[in-house]
């Protein structure tokens, strides 16, 4: 018997090579069958198994969580999966762990800031899994400003060893992944002192607990900082607290590709930058903007192929109601996020290949491209993770009431999304050290000094300047020189009025300081240039398959003129577009989405996840919303008895008070 599909019309509907397309979501065709293959692999065994997670108390998760990281790590050796593969399955597990930190974290910490004796200690047992890390840099007072961290890590000469101490209680390691109660080792990142100076923030590889018995070793108290927002959600993780008494490590356990202090305990500093002590957070926040794109693309999913089955108001001659995808409401909330999935993708490709690229710079001792890269990172994880929260709560109102249940996969994935906004740098943070690099950018306009890469758009700045859109239709709209001359205009001139505004300020810092909201906004506008400028130059590429290219094109340019209307106010007091042309761009952003309507199912189906995956009700594949619904209500365990507990003790005394009142 061929399987119910309730998308079955809509499926047949697209106008593309859903094949083809599934190959341009995955980046290639070897990634795509990888990453399919291990999709399969996670969403038929039982183990992995999470449908029943958010009833789970804190304990049963955190059990459930150590056993999947195990029988996760079991697949991962049996089967003999590439480290490739193995970041995949554990993706696709889709439960935060300490595994996380320690792939994530702990051993991207070692290779970029170890020296190459350090990698031979450390790394085979780290990928072994011998031993087990964390990333322990943020303290109880201390997140966003790294330098005002407070352990310390004093040098003994006459030991050759460090003593890391907590001096305040301000100084605790609070937050990292995997600590609280998992993690045998640290990167424990502290105020390195030598002959009593300072000398600022330095990693160290600390053993945190005993290899045999797992209790923390003299000097050390550590635990778990308690539950987070949400049910199941975030809760699978072991964030910590971590205290130091004086504890001793070797003086070459500090990470010293950096900096090296010697065995007389002079501290020597070599000529790479010390920014190269935030190399992981950039290596991690680069990793953020990918699963962005993932995150994204899961709850538009869910919100596609429900809003696709349920349908409200306008029978005509009792025939069916209306799909509530066909509401203009619903298409102009829902397809914008759809195309910002397309586009955080392809974003997220490219700024894979620029931190692949600097990384091999670095090798080769060439540091030129090193704040680009952080201003990259920082603004993009920023943006993306803003938009994909946001997103994922828009979801959610699009699938109605039922979108509020657990089972519609929306709330979990909320509350296991957000802290993406706030851990790796909180995104406010971080927007305005993409603002600090703007302004560095236009204040060298006059010197002769050319901007690259990404701000070369900066360097025709007096085209930029006074250039005037030539929109007279609304189909002008969709020459891609228009549109990115539109995007360059706004954020060039946005971020030279800021400049200026600066300028007024005796003090630079207290004029960054007062002028922060605008600077913010400069920043967003440059991100957002970045995002539309990737996903044209992505459109440059030869892209295979029937009706590939152009729904790409579509949704390139859905993106592009939502956020022109969204931000018309920018685009039109800095002068670029006139409030006609603002409106002519929203006129055919509607006609784009009538052409997004018919391919909406496949451009879904097209990111490939399996019903395991998803975890949603609402966005299951075969589309049997009602029935899935009605069956799994009589499984919540308050439905494992007619009457509830507690009937007797509360209920039954209030519903019998009548009987008492009318004795009375
Ligand atoms: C498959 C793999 C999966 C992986 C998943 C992993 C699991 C995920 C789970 C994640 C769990 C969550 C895990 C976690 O949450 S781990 C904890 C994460 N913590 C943070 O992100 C803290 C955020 N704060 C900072 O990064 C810094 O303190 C900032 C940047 C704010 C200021 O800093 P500071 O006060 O020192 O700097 P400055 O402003 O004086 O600027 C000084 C100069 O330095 C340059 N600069 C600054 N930063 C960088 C940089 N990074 N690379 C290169 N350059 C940099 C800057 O441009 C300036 O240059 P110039 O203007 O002088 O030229
Ligand atoms: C789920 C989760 C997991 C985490 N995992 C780890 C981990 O594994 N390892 C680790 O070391 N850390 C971890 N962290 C900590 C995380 O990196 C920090 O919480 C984050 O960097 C933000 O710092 P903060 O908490 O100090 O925020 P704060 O800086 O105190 O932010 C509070 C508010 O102040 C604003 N603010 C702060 N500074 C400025 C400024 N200069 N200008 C304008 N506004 C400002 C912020 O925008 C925000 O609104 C984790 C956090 C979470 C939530």
Request: aromatic share 10%; hydrophobic share 40%; net charge neutral.
């Amino acid at each position: 018997m061929e399987a119910l599909d309730y998308h079955a019309e809509e499926r047949r509907k697209a106008e593309f090579n859903l094949d083809e397309m599934k190959i341009v979501w995955a980046g290639s065709r070897r990634n795509y069958e990888l990453s399919d293959r291990v999709a399969r692999l996670v969403a038929s065994d039982p183990v992995f198994r999470k449908d029943n997670r958010t009833m789970l108390t804190r304990k049963d998760l955190f059990k459930d969580t150590l056993r999947k990281a195990a029988h996760a790590w079991k697949r991962i050796i049996d089967l003999r999966l590439s480290e490739e593969e193995a970041n995949m399955l554990r993706s696709y597990v889709d439960q935060p762990a300490f595994t996380d930190l320690h792939w994530g974290m702990f051993i991207p910490a070692i290779k970029g800031q170890g020296t190459s004796e350090q990698h031979e200690k450390w790394l085979p047992m780290a990928y072994k899994m011998q031993i087990i890390g964390c990333y322990a840099q943020t303290e109880l007072g201390h997140g966003s400003n790294v330098q005002g961290l407070e352990t310390t890590a004093t040098f003994d000469p006459q030991t050759d060893e460090f003593d890391l101490h907590s001096p305040t209680l301000t100084s605790s390691k609070w937050w990292p992944g995997g600590l609280g109660k998992v993690s045998t080792h640290a990167v424990v990142y502290a105020r390195l002192i030598t002959g009593g100076q300072d000398h600022g923030v330095h990693g160290f590889i600390v053993q945190l607990r005993g290899l045999d018995d797992h209790l923390p070793l003299p000097g050390i108290t550590v635990g778990d900082i308690g539950m987070k927002f949400g049910s199941g959600a975030y809760n699978s993780m072991d964030n910590g607290l971590l205290r130091f008494d004086h504890v001793r490590i070797p003086r070459n356990q500090m990470l010293m590709r950096v900096s090296q202090v010697t065995r007389e305990g002079k501290f020597v500093q070599s000529d790479v930058p010390r920014q190269l002590v935030y190399g992981t957070m950039v290596y991690v926040r680069q990793t953020i903007v990918s699963d962005a794109s993932c995150a994204l693309a899961r709850a538009v999913c869910i919100a596609t192929r429900y809003s696709a089955v349920r349908r409200q108001f306008g029978s005509q001659n009792g025939g069916p109601e209306i799909q509530v995808i066909d509401y203009k409401t619903q298409q102009s909330r829902l397809f914008p996020l759809l195309a910002s999935a397309y586009a955080f993708r392809f974003v997220g490709e490219w700024l894979k290949w620029l931190y692949t690229d600097v990384t091999q710079r670095l090798q080769a001792n060439d540091f030129s491209t090193l704040p680009e890269a952080h201003a990259c990172t920082a603004g993009l994880k920023s943006m993306t993770t803003s938009v994909t929260a946001d997103a994922i709560e828009e979801c959610r109102k699009l699938c109605g009431g039922h979108g509020y249940l657990s089972n519609s996969g929306l709330p979990e994935l909320f509350a296991v999304y957000i802290p993406t906004c706030t851990y790796e740098g909180d995104n406010v943070v971080l927007l305005l050290q993409v603002a600090r690099f703007l302004m560095k950018t236009v204040s060298q306009l006059g010197s002769g000094k050319k901007p690259v890469g990404t701000t070369a758009y900066m360097g025709r700045a007096e085209h930029l300047m006074q250039c005037r859109c030539e929109v007279e239709m609304a189909q002008d709209w969709l020459k891609p020189s228009t549109i990115l001359e539109a995007f360059e205009a706004r954020a060039v001139r946005m971020s030279i009025a800021c400049a200026k505004s600066l300028g007024k300020f005796s003090n630079p810092e207290d004029g960054f300081a007062e002028l922060s909201p605008d600077l913010v906004e400069v920043a967003i506008a440059h991100c957002q240039l970045i995002v539309v400028s990737k996903f044209l130059e992505k459109l440059q590429q030869d892209i295979p398959g029937k009706g590939v290219k152009r729904q790409l094109e579509i949704l390139c340019n859905v993106y592009a003129l939502h956020l022109l209307h969204k931000h018309l106010g920018d685009f039109v007091a800095t002068g670029c577009i006139t409030p006609n042309q603002g409106a002519l761009a929203n006129e055919q952003l509607r006609l784009l989405y009538a052409q997004v309507r018919p391919n909406a199912i496949a451009l879904v189906d097209a990111f490939n996840y399996t019903d395991h995956y998803l975890g949603s009700i609402l966005g299951c594949y075969d589309g049997n919303v009602y029935q899935k619904l009605y069956q799994e209500a009589w499984k919540d365990p308050l439905n494992d008895t007619v009457v509830p507990d507690g009937y007797l003790e509360y209920l039954r005394p209030i519903l019998k008070q009548h009987i008492r009142t009318a004795r009375l």
